[in-house]
């Protein structure tokens, strides 16, 4: 989700918001600097987890491979109970090779809809058809850091060849293919990846590095009939449809036959990269050598500056884009978010239109049904999410922006986006507001520690958690944690109404 859409869902969020009685004080509170939180115990694992984690990820790549696994499971066997942290390092784990931790992990996990989606977008991604014993799963994970991190595919691919370790593994198949790649030899490279494939059609890397290898060897129209069976491949979550998306735009850059082209969607996979700043440069050198590619290159620089916050730049180039060429998708959406954004709301409904007309996605649906929203026609702007909502339940924006005209859906939909998008912080903090809302203080403790860990300097984490504080009667910290929220945001704090909830007005 970007940075605009969760702009309403924070104005959801303040709509939704249990502020607590405030008792005023007849002097300033203080409290230390380096101390600066209610839930020091939070604080202290949190750091400690990063640590180690980060410990574990630099050796890693340092290929000090026994040592990042024994930093992981270390992780492992001192981690409290958190679905949160045990996904995000689920994935990772995965993504190295260390698919007995992963998989450890993954068993810790409370079963429910929450983690259900992304255990199986894990396993549909990274995992081999069998297990592999710890000895070789070390042995491969060194051969995968060596590949990717330092610089030795040929060494290590050769290495590979010549070793009974993990004979029987798809996934060592996987590794030779990835070292042929990265080493040049594409002939070696699809043999030893159609012979993973063979043994595990069910992974869905092993079929994006085969549609590289042969956008790579020129063999474009196999390529790109591989890629539009990937595409077919269900994934629910946004990391996953980010990793698929990614790919996408890497072999359409390889298979593209104008330099132009090329450019465009090297710069669109480099912003997908988050590398946002290296797309804009590719695109600037496009736009000297292309003219007739304007509108494309124009629209993409548009969308680029918009999703990092630089409307004005935005503005400018998507205005570019539509005027060379008004069939512009990625023009038009970015025109119509950008008026939305500026309360232009005529302007907005006309830009959604004219997207919607271009293209099969529901994104601009989802823009005029909140356009209405914001022009009072309330009648149309339910009935479109209503439509919306029945056949799109794994959209995100959608999702969220639904809520602003049913927010007694609440309960059912913000736990739902968690399970597409678990780096979405506002989600969490919606969902510790639910639970303070039920008193149900426990979870509310748990969607809080998720926020922290994803952003120690969120001013209404510490709002919520000096609610949160306030009801278990530690009053005094509850103080604390409401001086570090003004201290983040002072115009938040000085907005709560002391003894209001908008829950007595039911």
Same mark, same amino acid.
């Given at each position: ?24 004080? =007849? ?78 992990? @993954? ?37 995968? =850091? ?19 370790? /993990? ?8 590794? %030779? ?15 030893? %990846?159609?012979?993973? @494939? ?21 063999? &474009? ?77 124009? =629209? ?15 503005? *400018? ?15 038009? %959406? ?34 005029? /049904? ?49 399970? %597409? ?54 009053? /005094? ?8 929220? &003004? ?17 007595? *007005?039911?």
């Amino acid at each position: 989700m970007n940075n605009k859409v969760l702009k309403n869902l924070i104005v959801l969020l303040l709509m939704l918001s249990t502020p607590a009685v405030i008792a005023a004080e =007849s002097k300033p509170l203080k409290i230390k600097a380096e101390t600066n939180a209610a839930n020091m115990d939070m604080v202290i694992k949190d750091n400690f987890v990063k640590a180690k984690y980060a410990s574990a990820e630099n050796r890693f790549a340092q290929s000090n491979v026994k040592a990042s696994y024994d930093d992981f499971n270390d992780l492992i066997q001192r981690a409290a109970h958190d679905d949160y942290v045990f996904l995000v390092y689920g994935m990772k784990m995965a993504e190295f090779g260390f698919f007995d931790l992963s998989d450890a992990l @993954i068993k810790k996990l409370d079963v429910n809809g929450f983690t259900s989606s992304y255990v199986s977008d894990i396993k549909k991604y990274y995992y081999p058809s069998a297990m592999i014993n710890q000895k070789d799963l070390l042995y491969l994970a060194d051969a995968y =850091s060596n590949i990717v991190y330092n610089n030795m595919a040929i060494e290590t691919t050769s290495e590979l060849l010549n070793s009974t370790h /993990a004979a029987e593994s798809d996934y060592k198949n996987y590794l %030779i293919a990835l070292g042929y790649y990265k080493s040049n030899d594409l002939q070696q490279a699809l043999k030893y %990846i159609n012979n993973a @494939i063979v043994e595990n059609d069910f992974n869905v890397n092993y079929q994006i590095l085969k549609a590289k290898i042969l956008a790579d060897s020129n063999k &474009s129209k196999q390529a790109l009939k591989l890629l539009a069976k990937i595409k077919k491949e269900e994934f629910k979550t946004v990391d996953f449809q980010n990793k698929i998306r990614a790919a996408e735009e890497y072999i359409l850059y390889k298979t593209s036959k104008e330099d132009a082209l090329k450019d465009y969607h090297l710069a669109y996979y480099y912003h997908l990269q988050e590398k946002s700043l290296l797309a804009t440069k590719v695109l600037q050198t496009a736009i000297l050598h292309a003219k007739q590619y304007s509108p494309m290159i124009f =629209s993409l620089l548009g969308r680029i500056f918009y999703e990092n916050d630089e409307p004005l730049k935005a503005e *400018e180039f998507a205005g570019r884009a539509y005027k060379e060429d008004n069939d512009n998708y990625l023009a038009a %959406i970015t025109l119509a978010d950008l008026s939305y954004d500026n309360r232009k709301y005529d302007e907005a409904l006309k830009y959604y239109k004219k997207a919607k007309r271009l293209t099969k996605d529901i994104e601009p649906s989802v823009g005029m /049904a909140k356009s209405y929203l914001a022009m009072e026609k309330d009648k149309k702007s339910k009935k479109l999410y209503e439509k919306l909502l029945k056949k799109n339940q794994n959209d995100e924006n959608l999702l969220v922006d639904s809520l602003q005209v049913f927010p007694q859906n609440a309960d059912y939909y913000l736990p739902r986006v968690a399970s %597409i998008d678990i780096t979405n912080n506002d989600i969490w903090l919606g969902l510790a507001n639910l639970a303070i809302r039920d008193k149900n203080y426990t979870m509310a403790t748990t969607y809080l520690n998720n926020s922290y860990y994803i952003d120690a300097n969120n001013f209404k984490y510490y709002y919520y958690l000096s609610l949160v504080l306030r009801a278990k009667g530690e009053y /005094a910290q509850a103080d604390q944690s409401l001086i570090r929220c &003004s201290r983040l945001n002072s115009d938040y704090a000085a907005d709560v109404n002391p003894g209001h909830s908008i829950y007595d *007005e039911e």
